[in-house]
């Protein structure tokens, strides 16, 4: 008997140390929006200007959307995080001095520009700010005064659209990456750069973004009071920040953790993607997304598809790929998954700042009810599937304890529900 009692208070003990170790982040876990809906956006970067081709695959992209449906009745959106110009190779050579220039998205592309209005006006497009440009414009034409060789293909296109085709860090827009390590641009240039692009963005959308995800993600505190002047409440990432890239090219992370919810030094909301379907990366498929879609609601966290516009832009296979996948994907969370609700980005920040509003597409005015949020003791299965999920040695230590097992249980009925649910 009293060996039984030593093992139970050494239990007691153990156990007390752990919420004493980890109270810090169990409280901050709490804290965090927890949604009984799930809401489900999907977040796509570099919409901007192309060629005729991109036209026609955002119109057939946006058609799959509209096929899907809410419990609400409202139809599938993408967040299309939309560049705004690309450079005017042609006057940038012809400029003794060598000035950037740029052509925006309605002179460099009016087809691509026409099928985001009607997007707009059906529902299924959503527009977000992604950059001015996707390219550091002052850096690129330095490189065209010394007639530089890694843009030499951006230059042969008489329309002077496709970045993809520059090497990866002279992709970012609010760093300057023609030399290794990368260098941030002055507050000075942020200051210009972000002005011009908020007001491009409303004059072309007519409504202002309140909500961006930086190219390459790659930006600053710096970026993000700037943006912050500009009246951006959201900012959209990966579960990270980075601000450069070293002179080896990886890039730097001066934020290595964000989770939904947490707060900028400038008071703006961070939203995070975690599910991940770029298949034409090879790594991504329906499959994969579906089970990372599965474990977003199971913490009952937004399930923020991200894919790029290159799955739609390339080859006719790789198209049609993309878009069969996706709609396998949608389909199957739709199946599954109760209570589901398409939202944007903005959107969805707005609804974390003011649980309780109403949900408003600014850009085509169309009203939804506000997303429901789990209170109380409903949050613990979530709860404790997030500390799973994220902290594996948390995970082990619970399981030397014995915490674990009623972890476990709870857990498991949270499991059952949902099955019972989809039946």
């Known amino acids: 008997m009293n060996v039984l009692l030593i093992i139970v208070a050494l239990w007691l003990l153990g156990v007390m140390a752990v919420f004493c170790w980890k109270n810090k982040l169990f409280r901050q876990t709490w804290r965090e929006p927890y949604f009984a809906d799930t809401p489900v956006l999907i977040e796509s970067d570099d919409w901007g200007p192309g060629g005729v081709v991109d036209a026609e695959r955002l119109a057939q992209l946006l058609a799959c959307l509209e096929s899907h449906h809410d419990t609400g009745k409202r139809t599938a959106v993408i967040t299309a995080d ?20 740029r052509k925006t998205l309605d002179e460099a592309a009016p087809d691509i520009y026409k099928v985001m209005l009607a997007g707009i006006k059906s529902g299924a497009f959503v527009p977000q700010l992604h950059g001015l440009e996707h390219l550091n414009g002052q850096a690129f034409a330095r490189l065209c005064q010394q007639n530089d060789p890694r843009i030499a293909d951006a230059i042969a296109d008489p329309y002077g659209w496709n970045w993809e085709s520059l090497a990866s860090p002279l992709q970012g827009h609010y760093v300057d990456g023609s030399q290794l390590p990368t260098q941030a641009i002055s507050l000075a240039q942020a200051q210009a750069i972000i002005a ?8 072309l959308f007519g409504y202002p973004s309140v909500s961006t995800v930086a190219p390459c993600y790659l930006w600053n505190s710096v970026i993000e009071s700037v943006w912050q002047q500009h009246a951006i409440q959201m900012i959209q990432t990966a579960g990270y920040r980075c601000d450069g890239r070293n002179e080896h090219s990886h890039y730097h992370q001066d934020k290595p953790l964000i ?14 993607r975690n599910v991940m379907y770029e298949p034409v990366d090879g790594r991504n498929t329906p499959d994969t997304a579906y089970l990372e879609a599965l474990s977003a609601y199971a913490q009952a966290l937004p399930v923020s598809i991200s894919t790029h516009r290159y799955n739609y832009t390339r080859s006719e296979q790789d198209f049609q790929c993309s878009l069969d996948g996706l709609d396998q994907l949608l389909t199957q969370i739709r199946s599954t998954l109760p209570d589901v609700r398409f939202v944007s980005s903005p959107e969805l920040g707005a609804q974390m700042l003011a649980a309780d509003s109403v949900m408003i597409n600014h850009f085509n005015g169309e009203l939804w009810p506000p997303l429901k949020q789990l209170t109380g003791i409903k949050k613990i299965a979530p709860f404790l599937n997030r500390l ?5 040695k948390l995970t ?11 972890a476990w249980l709870i857990c498991r009925q949270s499991r059952q529900k949902l099955v019972q649910g989809s039946r």
């Open 388 to 392: 799973h999920a994220r902290h594996p």
């Open 82 to 101: 939309v560049v705004l110009s690309v450079p005017d190779v042609e006057k940038i050579i012809a400029d003794p001095d060598f000035t950037y220039q």
């Open 396 to 406: 082990l230590l619970a399981g030397v304890t014995g915490l674990i097992v009623p």
């Open 196 to 203: 011009l692009a908020t007001q491009t963005f409303q004059r």
């Open 259 to 272: 989770r939904v919810g947490d707060l900028s030094n400038s008071g703006q909301i961070y939203l995070v």
